[in-house]
């Protein structure tokens, strides 16, 4: 296999251009994706290849063999992924610098919220069922529903195109050595039909281990090699069922079951005492939603969601590396029972044919239940219970002021009602254990937006936007006594930011590019107040943190003759965050410049060669103490894939990812993984 570490270096060499573009194929966009799961998006739609702007197609994803969320959203621009670390060692995104408490993540449209904490694992969240992700970055639609304070994320699920279709694919993942590390299966079967159309589809990732560089040096925590506890697996279910009486409506019935379990790769440097030795049997999200589109009359439009999503998780702790006993102290297993419904309605009026009038309205009841089972005693404890209601009412004006000029101004009001807050504990009274409620707390803001898009001819695009949006703080934030070491704040504020952006796009014959200049300016962002409460040194959350983000997306592609097509995109970030309480304190996880730069090459109509380029400066990380900030994770890796088409709906392909096995981490003591091969098979009907 070190031919093709060899072959990776040669094409990247010499197509050192910036690279991507559309392939040719497939290039009308959104094809084959369900447009009742799409949520709004001001930039510019990418088709087949084309990464830039603020929609991802599943061929690209495919083409650059992207199989997970995090994976394949930092693809974009102004998309960084990272890596929590720590104990939970969970797989995270970046918006233009805000994280993913900040930005919400939907699944067609609807929400996915763990309302105790909100800490989404993106490496749970698969992708090969995936038609589009879809990413509204600053200017993140109030129509959307409440929390877009930094943008949102929208994974919009494929539709059946054809009365018959079918597809089976598969990857088999090699290490570094090219043993055998894992695979991905993915199956569909639809059909569409003049009034109804049908589709089930299945993804399943394995892993079973991957490789740290050759370079990494040993430790007490890890041989080196295969990465020690990095074995995960995941799969999902889609179900989709649509009735499309007319032209205009369209109504369809939805389910969706992920199942995860994973174990978490300790930090190489601390010492097994401050190690953490924690695993998931499970953690699975279901949901079921009915969305539809009525055509009222030939000038009022009804849009409705109505949803049931569900979370499952179990988090065990051990005793120590070996996993096998919970006798300790620090053992014990912690169980999660979600459960959330609610729905929307979006009702959009052509008051004229310059001005559209869409109001909108969002109900969601979250319920959370945890409890614990403590050790050596194995005690269980009661089910404690948090419910809250979570409204918004919006509006949004579309005014078309002259052929070339829009007008877009957006409001929102968005309310939290918390109905239950319960735990289990001393209660502030004092006594014996019990359950014990905490004060409730109502909450409320206000958001609003504005953005001008100037389309002086078919190739041109200029907008600019501005928008303040808030996030809720989560049930963790307000109550969590983090293992003792924190206090409850009930009356912790909504965080804000407030986002302008000046961007554009024009296409010059065979070469488009498109780019933005950002400013995020945030107010009462939520830092960890130190105080003493009872004698103890604690942390309390509070409103005192601010901050400016801001930077600079650029994007280009460009097709050369017939058979080449290249194209990259670039992506600058400054973070400056300030925590009164932490001099120390630096915003982690973003690297300050990112690039990424590919081409498609077809010597042969049958073969596609993809050399790319991933690039990333260094980023903040601490140490698992919190007593010291450093910049680490700069990278430079080189990829390719080559694909063959066999027959015209018949495909083989082999990959490398990291062919230099360059040696990283993006934060404290997690390095990532070293040189890997694919191999892959791919068959449409």
Do not use: C
């Not at 600053?138 to 959307?144: F, R």
Request: charged residues 20%; without cysteine.
């Amino acid at each position: 296999m070190r031919y093709l570490t060899v072959l990776a270096a040669v094409i990247s060499a010499t197509s050192a251009v910036p690279a991507i573009a559309a392939d040719g194929e497939n290039n009308e966009a959104g094809e084959g994706a369900f447009t009742l799961g799409q949520i709004v998006v001001t930039g510019n739609r990418g088709e087949g290849l084309l990464i830039g702007g603020e929609t991802l197609t599943a061929q690209a994803m495919e083409a650059f063999n992207r199989n997970s969320l995090e994976d394949a959203a930092n693809l974009m621009p102004g998309v960084a992924a990272s890596n929590s670390g720590g104990s939970r060692n969970e797989k995270l995104i970046y918006v233009r610098g805000f994280d993913r408490f900040q930005v919400p993540l939907s699944i067609d449209g609807i929400r996915v919220y763990l309302p105790a904490d909100n800490r989404l694992d993106y490496g749970r969240f698969l992708t090969p069922d995936i038609a589009e992700i879809q990413v509204a970055k600053g200017y993140a639609s109030v129509l959307d529903g409440p929390g877009g304070m930094g943008g949102a994320v929208n994974l919009v699920t494929r539709k059946p195109t054809k009365a018959f279709e079918a597809e089976v694919r598969g990857v088999l993942d090699l290490d570094r050595d090219a043993d055998y590390a894992g695979y991905t299966a993915f199956g569909l079967i639809g059909t569409r039909h003049d009034k109804w159309y049908g589709q089930v589809s299945f993804a399943r990732t394995f892993r079973d281990h991957w490789d740290l560089p050759g370079g990494f040096t040993p430790t007490d925590s890890e041989d080196g090699g295969a990465r020690d506890f990095s074995r995960t697996k995941d799969w999902r279910l889609n179900l989709k069922l649509g009735f499309t009486p007319n032209d205009t409506d369209e109504y369809s019935i939805s389910y969706t079951r992920q199942e995860g379990a994973k174990n978490a790769p300790l930090h190489v440097t601390d010492p097994a005492s401050s190690q953490r030795n924690w695993t998931w049997p499970w953690w699975n999200v279901d949901s079921i939603y009915f969305l539809s589109t009525t055509a009222l009359t030939p000038n009022v439009t009804l849009k409705t969601r109505i949803y049931r999503n569900g979370f499952d998780n179990l988090l065990r702790a051990f005793d120590d590396a070996t996993q096998t006993t919970q006798t300790k102290r620090r053992a014990f297993n912690s169980y999660y029972e979600d459960v959330a419904w609610g729905g929307s309605a979006q009702l959009a009026i052509d008051v004229s044919p310059a001005d559209t009038l869409t109001l909108a309205a969002h109900f969601r009841r979250d319920k959370h239940v945890e409890y614990q089972q403590s050790f050596p005693s194995g005690f269980v404890e009661p089910k404690q219970h948090n419910e809250e209601d979570t409204w918004s009412v919006a509006a949004e004006n579309r005014l078309a002021l002259s052929p070339e000029l829009t007008l877009v101004l957006g409001a929102s009001y968005d309310w939290r009602d918390l109905k239950r807050a319960e735990e289990y504990g001393t209660p502030p009274e004092g006594g014996d254990d019990a359950i014990f409620s905490y004060p409730i707390r109502d909450a409320d803001a206000v958001n609003g937006q504005g953005q001008l898009v100037w389309t002086p001819d078919d190739v041109s695009s200029v907008h600019f936007s501005v928008s303040s949006r808030v996030r809720f703080p989560s049930i963790f934030e307000r109550f969590s006594s983090r293992f003792g070491g924190a206090v409850s704040n009930p009356d912790l504020k909504a965080e804000r930011a407030t986002n302008f952006e000046i961007g554009g796009s024009r296409r010059f014959g065979s070469v488009y590019a498109e780019g933005a200049v950002f400013y995020s300016h945030l107010t009462d962002v939520i830092v960890a107040f130190p105080m003493i409460y009872e004698g103890e040194s604690v942390t309390q959350s509070r409103n005192l943190g601010k901050g400016d983000y801001y930077g600079v997306e650029l994007s280009l592609d460009a097709a050369i003759g017939d058979t080449l097509t290249v194209g990259a995109n670039y992506t600058y970030v400054h973070r400056d965050l300030d925590d009164p309480t932490n001099s120390a304190f630096q915003p982690t996880g973003v690297p300050t410049h990112k690039a990424f730069l590919y081409a498609e090459w077809q010597p042969l109509p049958p073969l596609h060669v993809r050399p790319s380029m991933e690039i990333a400066s260094d980023r903040w990380t601490v140490t698992t103490d919190g007593s010291l900030y450093y910049r680490t994770g700069s990278y430079v890796q080189a990829n390719l894939s080559i694909d063959y088409d066999i027959l015209e709906d018949v495909s083989i392909g082999v990959g490398v990812r990291n062919a230099f096995d360059d040696s990283y981490q993006l934060t404290d003591g997690f390095p990532e993984p070293g040189r890997r091969f694919s191999l892959t098979a791919r068959a449409k009907y």
